[in-house]
C-alpha cells in the first residue's frame, strides 16, 4: 500500500521561508510522478509542481521563482522549498504520487496518490 506523509508545514510572516517534506512508502519504483497541490479554505484545489524521476520539472505560474520541487529517489522522499511567501500561499499542501499519470503540475490534484496534507499559513 502507497502511502504519503507529508511535513514542515507552519506559520510564517510573509516574506518568509518553509520546506515542506513528503515521504513516499509501498513502492521503490522511482518511475512515480511526484507533485504538490494546495487547497486554500473556500477555494478549489491547485496543481502547484511536479517532478518527473528524471528531475524534470512543471510549476504554476503563480510560485514561478519563488517554490522549488526536488526529490531524493534514494530517500523515496519529495521536497517543496517555499521562498518569499505571500498571504495568497495560505493554504493545505498535499503531496501526491502517480506512476502513470502525465507528469505536469496540471494533472497533479488528480494523481492516483495523495497524502493527508499540511498546512501553511502566512500572515502579512
Known amino acids: 500500500q502507497v502511502q504519503l506523509v507529508e511535513s514542515g508545514g507552519g506559520s510564517v510572516q510573509s516574506g518568509g521561508s518553509l520546506r515542506l517534506s513528503c515521504v513516499a512508502s509501498g513502492y521503490s519504483d522511482s518511475r512515480y510522478c511526484m507533485g504538490w497541490f494546495r487547497q486554500a479554505p473556500g477555494k478549489e484545489r491547485e496543481g502547484v509542481a511536479a517532478?518527473?524521476?528524471?528531475?524534470?520539472?512543471t510549476n504554476t505560474a503563480t510560485v514561478e521563482g519563488r517554490f522549488t520541487i526536488s526529490r531524493d529517489n534514494a530517500k523515496n522522499t519529495m521536497y517543496l522549498q517555499m521562498n518569499r511567501l505571500q498571504p495568497e500561499d495560505t493554504a493545505t499542501y498535499f503531496c501526491?504520487?502517480?506512476?502513470?499519470?502525465?507528469?505536469?503540475?496540471?494533472?497533479?490534484?488528480?494523481?492516483?496518490?495523495r497524502g493527508q496534507g499540511t498546512g501553511v499559513t502566512v500572515s502579512s
Open positions: 517532478i518527473a524521476s528524471d528531475g524534470s520539472t
Open positions: 501526491a504520487a502517480d506512476r502513470y499519470a502525465t507528469c505536469n503540475h496540471y494533472y497533479v490534484t488528480s494523481f492516483l496518490y
